[in-house]
Every structure is written in structure tokens, then in C-alpha cells.
């Protein structure tokens, strides 16, 4: 006979019948557990995701920096603090962490005077901390090792032209010194992050690529130059963009000649050519912490040594179109200067310095080897100043960019110069409406 289902229920089994049906009455307390951890565990991750982002900046991160005042090893002591800047920007996983800018600052580590026996002094740079663009600090590795002239040369001749005279006195010499030790203002160095550091992305720019390599230099382009003391002089009023192989041949094409550097080469042609010697050397003058790469002269052939154009030239890490940018420093030497309270023989300048930036334009783009020039505004400017020898002298400020021919290109027609009626750099981007037969500077990111 059929048994009902509600008397299934009542069913009492026996010793030998199992009770597996029974046995979900007793499992539910740790179903509750699991249950219960499962849903801590989801709260968890939910909290962690909802916590801000860390971005961690790698230990060894480059930082390039630019020394912001001279430093002289005759008045410095170790343990002084010292400034620097970021000269451009640090990116790490599309964040800017430091911006160019930003401060940063180091220690002299070591100082040394000038010493006897020619020993020249000697300065000792640590590069410590950054800022971040978040505010917070940064450990910085660096070192910048700088050292004088030695006079061990002079020493020993002045020894032996004495001892040919009254041998005793010779050893007066042992006492002469090396010359003091500049770190100059603008000289560069690449620091490094020194641990690893995890920041919130939240406080961090996103990083932005410069409309142009050429306006961000232009933004830290040191006014003028320096000489070895440390001294600002000529004012930076030229801007090239070529190849080194193009402005090396544009200012040989124009007539434009280097200038010896070799002190036998210079004594040699001093002896043989007189006071017609167009290879005068001229005087180091200091960039971003280092001498010229270039110097040309073009001589007055009726008085070469007394009047002459020159510039000085150095090569930057901006490009355009995949070509160096350099920057110069031009005045034209109209007489002889001499100096009686230092004794110092020199050139006097044409104060009205803009008239020798438009000169070397003009002699390169009538070579034809110019095919555009853009005034430009300079981020500092410099309306009157004076040399290192402290002649005056006088400019409008703005910077004349001259963007120079391949020489493997064939021109077709006298190059022109167009000076645009808004000075600014912002010309310099490629312009999507601009005529395909006016030459055009397009900048590379």
C-alpha cells in the first residue's frame, strides 16, 4: 500500500539506517561563518580600492640641475648650502614628479684654497634634495668636482730663469700658488633619486608634453654669459638651429673664420703674420658651466687686430626637426682698450650689440645659407648691461633665431629674412593653414 509523504516525515530510522538527511540542521552555524568572512573580505577589498593610489618613483631616477649662483673656493667653507634648479621636467608613469623649476639644493662637501707649490683650489659639490611637485622632498645622489688652474709651469720656470741669475733665490718659487676655483653660475649636473619612494597620484600632475623643445629652452636660457671668475658679460642674442656640419659650413661660406686656441699655434702665426694675424684667439667665455664650442671672427681688413665681428657659439639639448639648437653671444670689437689700472690690453665693443646680432644674420643669409629668421622674446631680459671688463652697452632684448640650410640641399632662390610682427616662439609650431612655399620651423616634441 502507498504510504503518504507526510508520513515519510514521522519515520524514525533504526540503529542501522543512517541520518544523512538530518545532517544540514547541524552544517548551518559554519555556512553563517563563511558566509560572514566572505562578505568581510569583499568590505576589504572594497576599502583597499577605494584607498588612493600609490606611484612608486624608481631609485636611480635622473634629475637634471643647473647651479644657481657662483661659487668661489676663496670664500666658501664646507657644510654651506647652496641652490639649484630642475632644468626640465621628470616624468614617471604619465605624472610629472618634479617639476622644471622646481628647487633643489646640496652642500660643499669640500673646499680647498690655493695652495702652494702651484696647487690650485678645489670645490666639491652634493646635490641633496629636490622638491617634488607634490611638496614633499627628495633625496638626491650628485657630485660636481671642480678645480683651478695649476701654476706648476710658472712655478718652475720662474725657478729656472732665477737660478741663472742668483741660484739661492730660486726656492722663493716653491711658494707660488695655483689660481682659486669657480664653480660658475648655470653649470649642469644629473642628480639621482636616491631610494625609491611611493607617492599618491593624486597630488601629482598629470605630465604634459612641451609645445616646443625651443620655448622651453628659451624659458631657462641664462641672459648672459660668464667669464672664468664668474663674471656676467656679453649678453646671449643669437639662436641657431642646424646640424654641427651645417653651421660649421654657413659660417665658412659667409667668409667667417675660427679662431686658433693653441698657444704655439697662436705665437707661431703671431711671429709670422704680425698685425695681420686673422686667427686672434679670444677670451673663454662660460655656459651652462662650460667654455664655447665654437668662435668664429670675421677681421676689419684694414685693421685686423684692432676691429673685428665675432661671436661665441654653444650647442644646447633643445632640437627642432631632429636639429641642434645652439645659442651665441655676438659683439663687434671696434678698438683697442687698454686698461691702466690692471695693465690689461683688450677690445672696446660697439655698445649698440643688436646691430652686430643682425650683421652675422644678414653675412649668413647673404651667403645664402639662411632659410628662416624669427625675432624672439627673451624669458630674461637684458635692456643695458655691461661686459665683464665693465663696458657698457644697450639692446632691444630680443633673441634672433636663425634656422640655417642643409648643406646637401639644393636652394633654388636667395634666402630671405622675415622678422614676424609677434616676436614670440609660438610661431615656431607647425601651422596647418601656413602656405607650402614659406618656409616653415615645426618643432619636435
Request: proline fraction near 5%.
Amino acid at each position: 500500500m502507498f504510504t503518504p509523504l507526510a508520513q515519510e516525515s514521522a519515520f524514525t530510522p533504526g540503529p542501522g539506517i543512517s541520518r544523512a538527511r538530518s545532517r544540514p540542521r547541524h552544517l548551518q552555524p559554519a555556512c553563517v561563518r563563511s558566509l560572514a568572512v566572505l562578505l568581510l573580505s569583499l568590505a576589504a577589498f572594497g576599502q583597499q580600492s577605494a584607498s588612493p593610489t600609490r606611484l612608486i618613483i624608481p631609485a636611480g631616477t635622473p634629475v637634471k640641475l643647473r647651479l644657481k649662483q657662483t661659487i668661489s673656493s676663496s670664500q666658501a667653507e664646507k657644510g654651506d648650502r647652496i641652490a639649484f634648479q630642475v632644468r626640465d621636467d621628470v616624468t614617471v608613469g604619465g605624472f610629472t614628479i618634479i617639476r622644471a623649476g622646481a628647487y633643489a639644493s646640496g652642500t660643499i662637501a669640500e673646499v680647498h684654497g690655493k695652495r702652494m707649490l702651484g696647487l690650485p683650489g678645489r670645490l666639491v659639490l652634493n646635490p641633496d634634495t629636490v622638491e617634488l611637485a607634490n611638496g614633499q622632498q627628495a633625496s638626491l645622489r650628485a657630485r660636481m668636482d671642480f678645480r683651478g688652474h695649476l701654476h706648476v709651469v710658472r712655478m718652475a720656470a720662474g725657478m729656472v730663469a732665477t737660478s741663472l741669475v742668483f741660484l739661492p733665490a730660486s726656492p722663493v718659487f716653491l711658494l707660488t700658488r695655483g689660481s682659486d676655483c669657480f664653480a660658475l653660475k648655470s653649470s649642469e649636473v644629473t642628480a639621482y633619486v636616491d631610494n625609491e619612494l611611493q607617492v599618491a597620484v593624486e597630488t601629482l600632475p598629470t605630465a604634459t608634453q612641451h609645445l616646443a623643445e625651443l620655448n622651453h629652452m628659451i624659458d631657462f636660457l641664462p641672459p648672459r654669459v660668464l667669464d672664468g671668475h664668474g663674471r656676467e658679460g656679453d649678453m646671449v642674442n643669437l639662436i641657431f638651429v642646424a646640424s654641427d656640419a651645417d653651421l660649421q659650413q654657413a659660417f665658412a661660406n659667409a667668409g667667417w673664420t675660427g679662431v686658433d686656441h693653441s698657444r704655439v699655434k697662436i705665437a707661431w702665426h703671431l711671429f709670422r703674420h704680425g698685425t695681420r694675424y686673422t686667427r686672434l684667439p679670444m677670451a673663454r667665455f662660460f655656459l651652462f658651466g662650460r667654455a664655447q664650442d665654437y668662435s668664429y671672427a670675421m677681421p676689419d681688413p684694414l685693421a685686423v687686430v684692432a676691429r673685428r665681428h665675432h661671436l661665441r657659439i654653444w650647442k644646447t639639448d633643445a632640437r627642432v626637426n631632429g636639429d641642434p639648437v645652439w645659442v651665441a653671444a655676438a659683439t663687434h670689437d671696434i678698438s683697442i682698450d687698454f686698461q691702466k689700472h690692471r695693465l690689461h690690453i683688450t677690445h672696446r665693443i660697439d655698445p649698440e650689440v643688436d646691430a652686430e646680432r643682425d650683421f652675422i644674420a644678414a653675412s649668413l643669409s647673404n651667403a645664402r645659407s639662411v632659410s628662416r629668421t624669427e625675432y624672439l622674446n627673451a624669458a630674461d631680459p637684458v635692456f643695458e648691461a655691461t661686459t665683464n671688463e665693465g663696458q657698457t652697452y644697450y639692446s632691444d632684448s630680443r633673441l634672433l633665431l636663425v634656422q640655417l640650410h642643409s648643406t646637401d640641399a639644393a636652394v633654388s632662390s636667395t634666402a630671405k629674412s622675415v622678422e614676424l610682427k609677434t616676436p614670440t616662439a609660438s610661431a615656431l609650431l607647425p601651422d596647418a593653414h601656413a602656405s607650402k612655399s614659406s618656409p616653415s620651423i615645426s618643432v619636435q616634441d
